[in-house]
């Protein structure tokens, strides 16, 4: 099992930065991509971010493409997301995961989730 701990939401404003943090524990060898949901209150949750462990392989929601950046830290079996020029409407809780290849197939792991709010 994959355990993620987040670190580093809070309330920012508009225009203004925050980075967040997720260090996974546990079974972290099996771990293949990590990456960052977001859910707000009344919508579905959504993508906004993931990361290949392996290469520079990123993906990024349309709402966030030059304003967010992904990273990893292999070492540290991290993943970082730093979010710049940020709306009220990336208010949300935001999810850490991984996926992990098991004998059961792609496993996908969360953390607790970090709530950003943007005040306008």
């Known amino acids: 099992q994959v355990q993620l701990v987040e670190s580093g939401g809070g309330l920012v404003q508009a225009g203004g930065s925050l980075r967040l943090s997720c260090a996974a524990t546990?079974?972290?060898?099996?771990?293949?991509?990590m990456g960052w949901y977001r859910q707000a209150p009344g919508k579905q949750r959504e993508l906004v971010a993931a990361?290949?462990?392996?290469?520079?392989?990123?993906n990024y929601a349309d709402s966030v493409k030059g304003r967010f950046t992904i990273s990893r830290d292999n070492a540290k079996i991290s993943v970082y997301l730093q979010m710049n020029s940020l709306k009220p409407e990336d208010t949300a809780v935001y999810y850490c995961?991984?996926?992990?290849?098991?004998?059961?197939?792609?496993?996908?792991?969360w953390g607790q989730g970090t709530q950003v709010t943007v005040s306008s």
């Open positions: 995961y991984a996926d992990s290849v098991t004998g059961r197939g792609t496993v996908k792991s």
């Open positions: 990361i290949i462990t392996s290469g520079d392989t990123t």
């Open positions: 546990g079974d972290t060898f099996s771990i293949f991509a």
